[in-house]
Nanobody, 124 residues
């Protein structure tokens, strides 16, 4: 069982930057593929970014490419999402997810574990 705890979400103005953190449990955390998703009210949970197991290659949704960066610190069992140039349409609950055996976490069906989410709200 892997537990994930996100933090860092808050109310920010459009154009601001924000970094989300996700800390995971377990001594094998560094072996997992990790990802970030988001869900706005009335919408389905959507993919934001993932980092593959092994090579650590990052992939992004087109809507955040060039503005968001995913990274990880395997010593701290942590995954981060650095967000720049935030827009009101980025407003959502952001979730961290991991896959124990998959290469990446680029859709909701690939995730084995989820965090509880952290709310990001962007206003003009």
């Amino acid at each position: 069982q892997v537990q994930l705890v996100e933090s860092g979400g808050r109310l920010v103005q459009a154009g601001d930057s924000l970094r989300l953190s996700c800390v995971g449990s377990g001594r094998f955390f560094s072996n997992y593929a990790v990802g970030w998703f988001r869900q706005a009210p009335g919408s389905e949970r959507e993919f934001v970014a993932t980092m593959t197991r092994g090579t650590g290659t990052a992939y992004y949704a087109d809507s955040v490419k060039g503005r968001f960066t995913i990274s990880r610190d395997n010593v701290k069992n942590a995954v981060y999402l650095q967000m720049f140039s935030l827009k009101p349409e980025d407003t959502a609950a952001y979730y961290c997810a991991v896959s124990e055996w998959g290469t990446s976490v680029s859709n909701v069906h690939e995730a084995d574990y989820w965090g509880q989410g952290t709310q990001v709200t962007v206003y003009w």
